[in-house]
Nanobody, 121 residues
Framework: QVQLVESGGGLVQAGGSLRLSCVAS????????MGWFRQAPGKEREFVAA????????VYAASVKGRFTISRDNAKNTVYLQMNSLKPEDTAVYLC??????????????WGQGTQVTVSS
């Protein structure tokens, strides 16, 4: 199973930016589709963005499209989430996920521990 470690979270004012990183180990990174999810207190986990393994197609939740960008560097075994124009409603624990069989929002089977993002108004 692939191991995932997120970093880059923190406290930022509304309108600001953060870049999250997720480093993978234990398996061949390029074989995995990667995703970002988030979970706010008292809410269910929700899909944020995903990137495929080879063609590097991307998909985004409607709530973040145009503000967030997912990318990957296979040489560094790392996936990124660039978050711009942050809003207080983006406050959540952000989790990195990996899957080698499919890349739909319900397909991801390996998860990191998460990194906290807090956006103040």
């Amino acid at each position: 199973q692939v191991q995932l470690v997120e970093s880059g979270g923190g406290l930022v004012q509304a309108g600001g930016s953060l870049r999250l990183s997720c480093v993978a180990s234990g398996r061949t990174f390029s074989n995995y589709a990667m995703g970002w999810f988030r979970q706010a207190p008292g809410k269910e986990r929700e899909f944020v963005a995903a990137i495929s393994w080879a063609v590097r197609s991307t998909v985004y939740a409607a709530s973040v499209k145009g503000r967030f960008t997912i990318s990957r560097d296979n040489a560094k075994n790392t996936v990124y989430l660039q978050m711009n124009s942050l809003k207080p409603e983006d406050t959540a624990v952000y989790l990195c996920a990996a899957e080698d069989t499919a890349w739909g929002p319900n397909d991801f089977g390996s998860w990191g521990q998460g990194t906290q993002v807090t956006v103040s108004s």
